[in-house]
T-cell receptor, first 110, second 108 residues
C-alpha cells in the first residue's frame, strides 16, 4: 500500500490563480481530511469527508472547496489564491481511530 | 468544534532529561490519540487511548488517559536527540481535531 499520496509536493502560485491539490489513498478508508499548517503552528481542519459523495466544512473552509466522487480521491481546490493561503497542506485518512497522513504540499502564494 | 488545549507550547530539555506534554479538554472525550511530527515532516500516529485511566507504554514513552477522560499526557523518559519534534494530541469523531502541539527541543 502506498498509503496517502499528495501531489504536488511544492507549488508557487500568483495571487488570483487557482489550483487543485490532489490526494489519493489506497486503504479504502471512508474518512478523509484536509488540514493546513502555518509555520510553527498546529493543524487546522479545512474540510472533511465521511465517505464518497459526502463532504463538510471544518474550522477554516473559506477560500477552499472539495469534492469526493470516489473513496480513493479527495482533491482540494483553491480559487483565487491569496497570500494568506501560503501554508503546508496535509491530507489524511483515518480508520478505527488511527490517522494516516500524506507527506504534504508546500504552497506559496506570491 | 472540539477544543483541545496542549501545554506547554515549547519545551527545551537537556539530553537525558524527562519530558511531559499535557492535553486538556473541557468535554469528555471518547478517545484520544497522540502524533509526532518531525521538523519538515508529517504527523505520524503514535497511539490511541480509549479507556478511562488507561496507561500505555512504548519503550521510553508513557501515555495516560485521565480518569474523567478529559485529559491525557505523554511522558518521555531520558530524552534523546531522536525525540525532537512536535507532539500533538488529537480527538477523533466525524471531525478530527488536533491540539495546539508541544514542540520539543533536545540539547545534546
Amino acid at each position: 500500500n502506498a498509503g496517502v499520496t499528495q501531489t504536488p509536493k511544492f507549488r508557487i502560485l500568483k495571487i488570483g490563480q487557482s489550483m487543485t491539490l490532489q490526494c489519493a489513498q489506497d486503504m479504502n478508508h471512508n474518512y478523509m481530511y484536509w488540514y493546513r499548517q502555518d509555520p510553527g503552528m498546529g493543524l487546522k481542519l479545512i474540510y472533511y469527508s465521511v465517505g464518497a459523495g459526502i463532504t463538510d466544512k471544518g474550522e477554516v473552509p473559506n477560500g477552499y472547496n472539495v469534492s469526493r466522487s470516489t473513496t480513493e480521491d479527495f482533491p482540494l481546490r483553491l480559487e483565487l489564491a491569496a497570500p494568506s493561503q501560503t501554508s503546508v497542506y496535509f491530507c489524511a485518512s483515518s480508520y478505527s481511530g488511527r490517522g494516516y497522513f500524506g507527506a504534504g504540499t508546500r504552497l506559496s502564494v506570491l | 468544534g472540539q477544543q483541545v488545549m496542549q501545554i506547554p507550547q515549547y519545551q527545551h530539555v537537556q539530553e537525558g532529561e524527562d519530558f511531559t506534554t499535557y492535553c486538556n479538554s473541557s468535554t469528555t472525550l471518547s478517545n484520544i490519540q497522540w502524533y509526532k511530527q518531525r521538523p519538515g515532516g508529517h504527523p505520524v500516529f503514535l497511539i490511541q487511548l480509549v479507556k478511562s485511566g488507561e496507561v500505555k507504554k512504548q519503550k521510553r514513552l508513557t501515555f495516560q488517559f485521565g480518569e474523567a477522560k478529559k485529559n491525557s499526557s505523554l511522558h518521555i523518559t531520558a530524552t534523546q536527540t531522536t525525540d525532537v519534534g512536535t507532539y500533538f494530541c488529537a480527538v477523533d469523531g466525524n471531525q478530527f481535531y488536533f491540539g495546539t502541539g508541544t514542540s520539543l527541543t533536545v540539547i545534546p
